[in-house]
């Protein structure tokens, strides 16, 4: 059964912390993806990444940043952890297809919820 | 500017029909999807249009029309399984842009 497993389910964290949000895919995608999920704005884009160390940027990525030294892990880091940021991250992965392929499927992990306090 | 527009609510009957509708207006696209999620569970995939008119699966069915920037999901024989928020996306090359979603309850 394929999977992309989100490391931590529930964090509770202080303003000003650094937190590290982890993303493992075992289905050889070359695309990972970070987003949040706020009730009445629904799935908002944060980065995402088409290949081992590349990255770009999504609809709201000030106040995070991402690492991909391995195609099969994706991280996303709040450096500086702010009390706007408490939200549900959902990490999801897709193969590299023509843009207009159904290959863009994307899989989900099961969420992590941040409360930043 | 990127929009992306569901109704927040609907409710229906069981055993009944309900059609749930998605307008947009992106400056790319790529074709069209259509996510289930229920309540603290990831989305997962329904379907995914990219020419214009109707794909059936089973009781869901979906439906484009890229003139018009639109786009419905109908659920036929509706089961109490069915209460999930139904998430519209838009492809642009491979990112998918979200509406924020149409929670749907189903009533006996």
């Known amino acids: 059964d394929v999977k992309v497993t989100q490391s931590s389910r529930y964090l509770v964290k202080r303003t000003g912390e650094k937190v590290f949000l982890e993303c493992v895919q075992d289905?050889?995608?070359?695309?990972m993806f970070w987003y949040r999920q706020d009730p009445g704005l629904g799935l908002r884009l944060i980065y995402f990444?088409?290949?081992?160390?590349?990255?770009e940027k999504g609809d709201i990525p000030e106040g995070y940043s991402v690492s991909r030294e391995k195609k099969e892990r994706f991280s996303l880091i709040l450096e500086s952890a702010s009390t706007n940021q408490t939200s549900m991250y959902l990490c999801?992965?897709?193969?590299?297809?023509?843009?207009?392929?159904?290959?863009?499927?994307?899989?989900f992990g099961a969420g992590s919820r941040l409360t930043v306090l | 500017g990127q929009n992306i527009d569901q109704p927040t609510e609907m409710t229906a009957t069981e055993g009944a029909i309900v059609q749930i509708n998605c307008t947009y207006q992106?400056?790319?696209?790529?074709?069209l999807f259509w996510y289930q999620q229920h309540a603290g569970e990831a989305p997962t995939f329904l379907s995914y249009?990219?020419?214009?008119g109707l794909e059936e699966k089973g009781r869901f069915s979906s439906f484009l029309s890229r003139s018009k920037g639109y786009s419905y999901l109908l659920l036929k024989e509706l089961q109490m399984k069915d209460s999930a928020s139904y998430l519209c996306?838009?492809?642009?090359?491979?990112?998918?842009?979200f509406g924020q979603g149409t929670e749907l309850s189903v009533k006996p």
């Open positions: 999801a992965s897709s193969l590299l297809g023509h843009p207009s392929s159904g290959a863009n499927v994307l899989t």
């Open positions: 289905m050889d995608h070359e695309n």
């Open positions: 990444s088409y290949d081992v160390k590349m990255k």
């Open positions: 992106t400056s790319g696209f790529n074709g």
């Open positions: 249009n990219v020419l214009d």
């Open positions: 996306a838009v492809n642009q090359g491979g990112k998918l842009i």
